[in-house]
């Protein structure tokens, strides 16, 4: 599903070259629940926005669902996003002017798809994540964990190949938190790759395998409890 | 998508109403102060007679010489109008495929209906080509023909307007109208034709004036009917009584030439240049005369129709309108910068930099829209205070228009167009990334 192959990312100022990720490669087969963990600063969110088609590489190779991504143009990159990918970040980013059909129906409208196609599909995806009946509510009168809900929602209604989580749970409390991994854990059951970035050694050890990242790069691979237990052995996971 | 984007960007502009309704203000005062002395400046410059303008001249000869003292107004001193000398010997030459002298006279009507006052009406002495030349359409008859111009026969040509007044608007044509002390018959009745500006005769009113009635230049020659325009005559003076005036060398005859083709124009030039050269020969002037040939757009502009006045407050206007579109700038950008978040979520959910221009652009037209439906209600502020401070004979150009209402939207959606450009550049760069980054 996704396989990136000395991946490099560099940002360049005047004075500075800064490698956000240097020689990073990782395969992600598909129908895999990967937690990506580090301390602050490590790379996670760059290899994120990378993975999601949202920032160009530097220098290497990633292929998306057996797509070379080198060179896209915006259109296709665009496309791609669309099509391939659902998002689910840590602020929600709901659009706060729209009600929850209408947050649900961005990427919808992108696709071009038909109104009568449009609707069937966001009223099963509110059925799925419980929400049918908030429909018409703004972001400002839901909590945090039915935001995140709409949020998630409105990554599943394109029907994505690869869900990617940026600290999904990292602005909920326990129980909201605990309700919004479940709901991930179910889609992934259902079939859907996801990719988790996430500072929680409980959360990334509910996930079938961790990847380490620090510096930019992949310090360690393996099943998520030996890997989540070795992190907090030798101080390799830190909490924001 | 066109009415996904329609409707977020009314989403938008109900979001913060002071911004949008300060970006419709600056739109709106913008075109409306252009716009006002556009229409002003289109209706004093534009075409009279469409189509046709290239193909109709005036002739001009130089009547009084290289040594003259005469205040001649044009710019290279050739007199605007001929005497009635040049006018007769060119009209029985007819080197063109029309031509019309002509001048204005002032005619007392008596209306049959013995109870009515009779009126005061402006009139022009001219020849049946007249009509034909400058595409005049009839209501009821038709004009005179070269028969008539040569029997000076006295027949009349009524206005719709004046036929309104003294007919009641019916079909005059064969019926008697006292004009003066003599009896005409009424031969034709224009249709509604108000050439703006009167381009064949460009002194005095030229935009507000209008004549009521037509005559053959023969007939008011023959009835010694005096004209009500200027006319400069050199230091030999008018000479004694009407037929002293008529072999003087005072100039006072307009006139016109219809010349269809290249070939017509070149013809006709040779014929003046040869007809100066005879007046040379012949004794009538001791200097080879100069001579001008132009057509209705130069002829207008030679004679400075459009006033400078008008020129330099349709400029200025047009300078207020680049500050209001500068500003306008300035708050769109405000604006859409100020939804960087919500453009790298949709950029991320999968629009591309395209759509993001179409989102922007569209809510730079309904802006613009807006803008120039603000603006044309300022239109008709500005245009009714035109006509309180402009003179009386521009005042009557301050008019709306169909085509001007038309002009108005579209330099409205244009200008707010080429405005959002920039901003909406600047919200096609923002990262895709953004949201991520930065939460």
Same mark, same amino acid.
């Given at each position: 599903m996704l396989k990136m192959t000395r991946l490099s990312k560099v940002y360049r100022t005047e004075m500075v070259e800064t490698y956000a990720l240097r020689d990073l490669s990782l395969e992600v087969q598909e129908g895999e629940f990967v937690a990506v963990m580090g301390p602050s600063g490590s790379g996670k969110t760059t290899f994120l926005t990378i993975a999601g088609l949202l920032e160009e590489l530097s220098a290497g190779e990633y292929w998306l669902d057996g797509v070379d991504t080198r060179g896209l143009n915006d259109r296709v990159r665009s496309r791609l996003r669309n099509e391939k990918l659902g998002f689910v970040f840590q602020s929600f980013n709901l659009i706060s002017d729209l009600d929850v059909y209408n947050n649900i129906d961005v990427p919808l409208r992108y696709r071009g798809l038909s109104g009568s196609e449009r609707r069937r599909r966001i009223d099963a995806v509110l059925e799925r994540v419980g929400l049918s009946s908030r429909? #018409? #509510?703004? $972001?400002?009168?839901?909590s945090g964990g039915q935001q995140q809900r709409v949020a998630i929602a409105r990554a599943l209604v394109g029907e994505p190949r690869l869900l990617l989580a940026d600290e999904p749970t990292g602005n909920l409390d326990t129980q909201m938190a605990r309700g919004v991994m479940e709901l991930l854990e179910d889609i992934h059951r259902r079939g859907a790759t996801v990719v988790m970035v996430t500072h929680d050694p409980d959360l990334a050890a509910r996930a079938q395998r961790v990847v380490y990242i620090t510096d930019g790069q992949i310090m360690a691979l393996g099943g998520a409890p030996q890997l989540v237990h070795a992190a907090q052995g030798h101080g390799l996971a830190t909490h924001s | 998508m066109f009415g996904y984007y329609f409707n977020l960007a009314l989403r938008s502009l109900r979001r913060n109403v002071v911004l949008t309704a300060l970006m419709i203000s600056a739109i709106g005062i913008g075109i409306g102060a252009s716009m006002t002395m556009l229409t002003v400046f289109r209706a004093a410059s534009?075409? $009279?007679i469409p189509g046709k303008s290239a193909q109709l001249f005036v002739p001009q000869i130089d009547n009084f010489g290289p040594q003259s003292k005469m205040p001649i107004e044009t710019d290279d001193l050739l007199p605007p109008v001929v005497t009635y000398f040049d006018a007769d010997e060119w009209m029985r030459s007819h080197p063109a495929v029309r031509q019309a002298a002509m001048y204005p006279i002032s005619i007392t009507i008596t209306p049959s209906d013995p109870t009515r006052n009779p009126i005061r009406a402006d009139a022009r002495a001219t020849y049946g080509d007249f009509f034909s030349m400058f595409n005049v359409p009839f209501q009821f008859g038709g004009p005179w023909s070269r028969v008539e111009d040569s029997s000076h026969a006295a027949v009349i040509v009524l206005t719709r307007e004046l036929n309104h007044v003294l007919f009641g608007g019916a079909n005059s044509v064969g019926k008697n109208l006292l004009v003066g002390d003599k009896t005409y018959r009424v031969i034709g009745v224009m249709d509604e034709w108000r050439p703006t500006p009167r381009f064949y005769d460009v002194d005095g009113a030229t935009f507000s004036g209008q004549d009521q009635l037509f005559l053959p230049f023969t007939r008011a020659i023959e009835e010694q009917m005096p004209t009500v325009a200027r006319f400069n005559c050199d230091q030999t003076g008018p000479g004694k009584g009407w037929q002293g005036l008529l072999a003087s060398n005072c100039v006072w005859i307009r006139f016109w030439v219809e010349l269809p083709s290249a070939r017509d124009v070149a013809s006709y030039q040779s014929f003046l240049h040869n007809y100066a050269a005879e007046q040379l020969q012949r004794g009538r002037f001791n200097w080879r005369a100069r001579v001008g040939l132009r057509n209705v757009r130069q002829w207008l502009s030679y004679n400075h129709v459009v006033p400078p006045t008008v020129e330099t407050l349709t400029s200025v206007s047009f300078a207020l309108l680049l500050v209001c579109i500068l500003n306008a700038i300035g708050l769109m950008l405000a604006k859409f910068m100020a939804r960087t978040g919500v453009i790298s979520i949709r950029r991320a959910l999968g629009a591309s930099r395209l759509a993001i221009f179409g989102q922007f652009m569209l809510e730079a037209a309904v802006i613009g829209l807006a803008g120039g439906l603000v603006g044309l209600g300022l239109i008709q502020l500005g245009l009714v205070s035109c006509r309180l401070v402009l003179e009386r004979d521009l005042s009557v150009l301050a008019r709306l228009h169909g085509s001007d209402v038309l002009i108005a939207m579209t330099l409205a959606l244009v200008a707010t167009l080429l405005a959002g450009l920039y901003p909406t550049w600047r919200a096609m760069q923002v990262p895709s990334a953004l949201q991520l980054k930065t939460q």
């Amino acid at each position: 599903m996704l396989k990136m192959t000395r991946l490099s990312k560099v940002y360049r100022t005047e004075m500075v070259e800064t490698y956000a990720l240097r020689d990073l490669s990782l395969e992600v087969q598909e129908g895999e629940f990967v937690a990506v963990m580090g301390p602050s600063g490590s790379g996670k969110t760059t290899f994120l926005t990378i993975a999601g088609l949202l920032e160009e590489l530097s220098a290497g190779e990633y292929w998306l669902d057996g797509v070379d991504t080198r060179g896209l143009n915006d259109r296709v990159r665009s496309r791609l996003r669309n099509e391939k990918l659902g998002f689910v970040f840590q602020s929600f980013n709901l659009i706060s002017d729209l009600d929850v059909y209408n947050n649900i129906d961005v990427p919808l409208r992108y696709r071009g798809l038909s109104g009568s196609e449009r609707r069937r599909r966001i009223d099963a995806v509110l059925e799925r994540v419980g929400l049918s009946s908030r429909a #018409h #509510h703004y $972001p400002a009168e839901m909590s945090g964990g039915q935001q995140q809900r709409v949020a998630i929602a409105r990554a599943l209604v394109g029907e994505p190949r690869l869900l990617l989580a940026d600290e999904p749970t990292g602005n909920l409390d326990t129980q909201m938190a605990r309700g919004v991994m479940e709901l991930l854990e179910d889609i992934h059951r259902r079939g859907a790759t996801v990719v988790m970035v996430t500072h929680d050694p409980d959360l990334a050890a509910r996930a079938q395998r961790v990847v380490y990242i620090t510096d930019g790069q992949i310090m360690a691979l393996g099943g998520a409890p030996q890997l989540v237990h070795a992190a907090q052995g030798h101080g390799l996971a830190t909490h924001s | 998508m066109f009415g996904y984007y329609f409707n977020l960007a009314l989403r938008s502009l109900r979001r913060n109403v002071v911004l949008t309704a300060l970006m419709i203000s600056a739109i709106g005062i913008g075109i409306g102060a252009s716009m006002t002395m556009l229409t002003v400046f289109r209706a004093a410059s534009g075409d $009279p007679i469409p189509g046709k303008s290239a193909q109709l001249f005036v002739p001009q000869i130089d009547n009084f010489g290289p040594q003259s003292k005469m205040p001649i107004e044009t710019d290279d001193l050739l007199p605007p109008v001929v005497t009635y000398f040049d006018a007769d010997e060119w009209m029985r030459s007819h080197p063109a495929v029309r031509q019309a002298a002509m001048y204005p006279i002032s005619i007392t009507i008596t209306p049959s209906d013995p109870t009515r006052n009779p009126i005061r009406a402006d009139a022009r002495a001219t020849y049946g080509d007249f009509f034909s030349m400058f595409n005049v359409p009839f209501q009821f008859g038709g004009p005179w023909s070269r028969v008539e111009d040569s029997s000076h026969a006295a027949v009349i040509v009524l206005t719709r307007e004046l036929n309104h007044v003294l007919f009641g608007g019916a079909n005059s044509v064969g019926k008697n109208l006292l004009v003066g002390d003599k009896t005409y018959r009424v031969i034709g009745v224009m249709d509604e034709w108000r050439p703006t500006p009167r381009f064949y005769d460009v002194d005095g009113a030229t935009f507000s004036g209008q004549d009521q009635l037509f005559l053959p230049f023969t007939r008011a020659i023959e009835e010694q009917m005096p004209t009500v325009a200027r006319f400069n005559c050199d230091q030999t003076g008018p000479g004694k009584g009407w037929q002293g005036l008529l072999a003087s060398n005072c100039v006072w005859i307009r006139f016109w030439v219809e010349l269809p083709s290249a070939r017509d124009v070149a013809s006709y030039q040779s014929f003046l240049h040869n007809y100066a050269a005879e007046q040379l020969q012949r004794g009538r002037f001791n200097w080879r005369a100069r001579v001008g040939l132009r057509n209705v757009r130069q002829w207008l502009s030679y004679n400075h129709v459009v006033p400078p006045t008008v020129e330099t407050l349709t400029s200025v206007s047009f300078a207020l309108l680049l500050v209001c579109i500068l500003n306008a700038i300035g708050l769109m950008l405000a604006k859409f910068m100020a939804r960087t978040g919500v453009i790298s979520i949709r950029r991320a959910l999968g629009a591309s930099r395209l759509a993001i221009f179409g989102q922007f652009m569209l809510e730079a037209a309904v802006i613009g829209l807006a803008g120039g439906l603000v603006g044309l209600g300022l239109i008709q502020l500005g245009l009714v205070s035109c006509r309180l401070v402009l003179e009386r004979d521009l005042s009557v150009l301050a008019r709306l228009h169909g085509s001007d209402v038309l002009i108005a939207m579209t330099l409205a959606l244009v200008a707010t167009l080429l405005a959002g450009l920039y901003p909406t550049w600047r919200a096609m760069q923002v990262p895709s990334a953004l949201q991520l980054k930065t939460q």
